[in-house]
């Protein structure tokens, strides 16, 4: 019964067919057959204990037996499980799997929007559409080269350097808004029309602002010359990302390839980027690296291998603008380009400028009208913002219909925007003691320097000079080469006077320029003779009274015209540099202190 028992249970654990085969195998039909008992646990032994062995004690083999098949039925058991939970697992991870393809199918159909996503890109499309200030600007802004007033010489100059089969590099200086962006922007529009230069119709003119640009030293970002994309931190697209591959990003000088790159303000880029940029310019192209590029990675898309290995196209023709004088520019930067001057604007180019801008705005002034606006700016930038405003106000005041600005309403736009005249007439038709008008120069804007000395008579002779402590050390040198001058002409030692220099308003100005006029302060305060009171002096004095000459000699006249000035003593040698279209100034050059003298006594 026990024999009988176990082999109907193998047969349903593993099945007759398993009884079957086994016993086919082992060649045990005889023994399973048998009536012997012996016989029949010897077949059962050899099935499932894989002995052959002769059988001494039956109730032992058949226990075995029995904790065999329990062994393994408990195995099997065990096995099934693991497998059903392998089973299951798979079949969940399948369905999710299945589930993120169909996703991703859906995602791409649809092109990554949602609603949240479509309704953005909504919102961004109507604020494109509202244009507020810019739109006035655009309208009054040149748009063709002899709209540009009172710099031919520049725009002459830009030209002949772009309109070119060989272009060159460009650095513009000039007073902040008298319209170096503009001559840039029409000479490239010009010049594209030109058979023999390289410019093509669709060259791009790409305008940048140097004191925005920034980068930093480990490359993560530079928007001028382009950085690479880390793929693990810096989100390189999400496939590149994954496989690891780096990514180039191109920058502002791959965009401009082929045309201009204008960077507004180039003194102030960092000196670091513009070293960058110059051999930028002198590859033409950059240059990209990064440890996670594997150029044997098959992965690695074919345009970033070629960004690697080849870099990016940077053929461009650069254009920097400046307010700084040529002397504070990087040299390196400046040995590389062909400089170009603009020039301060006069109140005749201001008058203009606002004439202009009155016609494209279809609107009507009276006849002073640009004459005051002049009064309040040198810039032709701020002249077409002041006249936008007048604009403004008006239109509030009596609405868009047949607009004529009138004196009135101009000083009351111009008084509540608090503007004040950037000019005061100084000179004057009189003479006076130990006073005389020098000429100074900031940032390409010319002025005129009040000089005044008073002179004190030492009875000790051991006289002592003051100047202001601010001023600088060029300045002060002045003073002294002064002081020597007038020793010579009064024939008198000059100790037996304490002398008193002042530059009225503070005196922070350097360099030598001052020098004549500081001579004739002092000697008309040393002497008691008058000074005219209309005329302005510049130039370097040296030891033996000989005048000098100096630098912004533009400037200065423009600086002398604004003050009222009808007379500008300039150094010989700076005859050159008087330009060739001022007007209701007279300019006369002199080569020594004795001929300044004769003309402002
Ligand atoms: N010489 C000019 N002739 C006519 N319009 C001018 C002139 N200068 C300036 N403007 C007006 O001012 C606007 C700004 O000028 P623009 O940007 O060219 O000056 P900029 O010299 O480049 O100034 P910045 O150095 O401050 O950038 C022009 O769009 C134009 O309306």
């Given at each position: ?172 200086y000039g007073p902040p808004g008298v319209g170096k962006t503009t001559a840039a922007r029409l000479a490239l529009d010009i010049t594209k029309k030109i058979k023999y230069t390289p410019f093509r119709k669709n060259s791009p003119f790409i305008e940048v602002d140097g004191t925005t640009l920034r980068w930093d030293p480990r490359e993560i970002m530079n ?88 870099g990016a196209p940077a053929d461009f023709i650069l254009i920097g603008a400046t307010t700084r004088s040529p002397e504070e520019i990087n040299p390196a930067l400046r040995s590389r380009c062909m400089e170009v001057y603009f020039q301060p604007l006069s109140k005749k180019d201001i008058i203009q400028i606002v004439k202009n801008a009155a016609e494209k ?180 004095i040296s030891l033996t009274g000989n005048i000098k000459p100096v630098g912004g000699i533009i400037e200065k006249i423009h600086g002398a015209i604004q003050a009222g000035i009808k007379t500008v003593l300039i150094p010989e040698k700076n005859k050159k540099d008087i330009p060739s279209c001022v007007e209701g100034i007279e300019i006369i050059p002199v ?11």
């Open positions: 019964m026990q024999i009988d028992a176990i082999i109907e249970l193998v047969k349903k654990i593993w099945g007759e067919e398993f009884i079957e085969k086994t016993v086919e195998e082992k060649d045990l039909s005889k023994e399973i057959e048998s009536d012997s008992i012996e016989d029949k646990i010897y077949a059962l032994q050899k099935m499932i204990l894989d002995e052959d062995n002769y059988i001494d004690d039956p109730i032992d083999a058949l226990n075995r037996i029995e904790k065999e098949i329990a062994l393994l039925v408990a195995r099997t058991h065990i096995e099934n499980k693991i497998e059903e939970d392998v089973e299951r697992y798979l079949e969940e991870k399948q369905e999710k799997f299945i589930d993120e393809i169909r996703l991703n199918i859906i995602k791409k159909q649809r092109g990554g929007e949602n609603s949240k996503t479509i309704k953005k890109l909504e919102e961004l499309q109507k604020l494109e559409k509202v244009k507020l200030s810019k739109s006035i600007m655009e309208i009054m802004r040149p748009a063709r080269l002899n709209e540009i007033i009172g710099q031919d010489i520049a725009v002459k100059c830009i030209l002949s350097k772009l309109a070119s089969p060989y272009p060159q590099h460009i650095l513009l928007p001028l010359l382009g950085s690479v994309h880390d793929p693990i931190y810096m989100g390189a697209k999400r496939d590149l990302a994954e496989g690891g591959i780096p990514e180039p990003k191109t920058g502002l000088v791959t965009d401009a390839h082929g045309g201009v790159l204008f960077i507004d303000e180039i003194g102030e880029l960092d000196i670091m980027l513009q070293n960058k940029l110059l051999k930028v310019l002198e590859d033409k192209r950059v240059n990209f690296s990064s440890s996670y590029y594997d150029p044997d990675d098959e992965n690695v898309p074919a345009y970033i291998k070629k960004l690697f290995n080849e705005l279809k609107i009507t002034m009276d006849e002073n009208v640009p004459e005051i606006i002049s009064q309040y700016t040198m810039e032709g930038r701020k002249a077409v913002n002041i006249l936008a405003d007048i604009y403004g106000y008006v239109v509030y005041n009596r609405g868009n219909d047949n607009i004529n600005i009138t004196e009135k309403d101009a000083f009351n736009a111009l008084a509540l925007s608090r503007l004040i005249p950037h000019c005061i007439k100084k000179a004057f038709n009189k003479k006076e003691t130990g006073s005389i008008f020098g000429l100074g120069v900031n940032g390409f804007i010319g002025s005129t320097l009040e000089i005044e000395a008073v002179a004190f008579r030492n009875k000790n002779n051991d006289g002592k000079i003051r100047f202001n402590d601010t001023a600088g050390s060029m300045a002060k040198d002045s003073v002294f080469n002064a002081s020597s001058v007038i020793r010579k002409i009064i024939d008198e030692d000059i100790s037996a006077y304490d002398i008193h220099v002042n530059i009225v308003g503070g005196g922070n100005v350097d360099g030598p320029s001052a020098g004549a006029a500081i001579t004739v302060a002092m000697l008309s305060a040393v002497t008691g003779k008058p000074v005219r009171q209309d005329v302005a002096v510049t130039g370097e080569s020594h202190i004795n001929e300044v003298l004769e003309l402002v006594f």
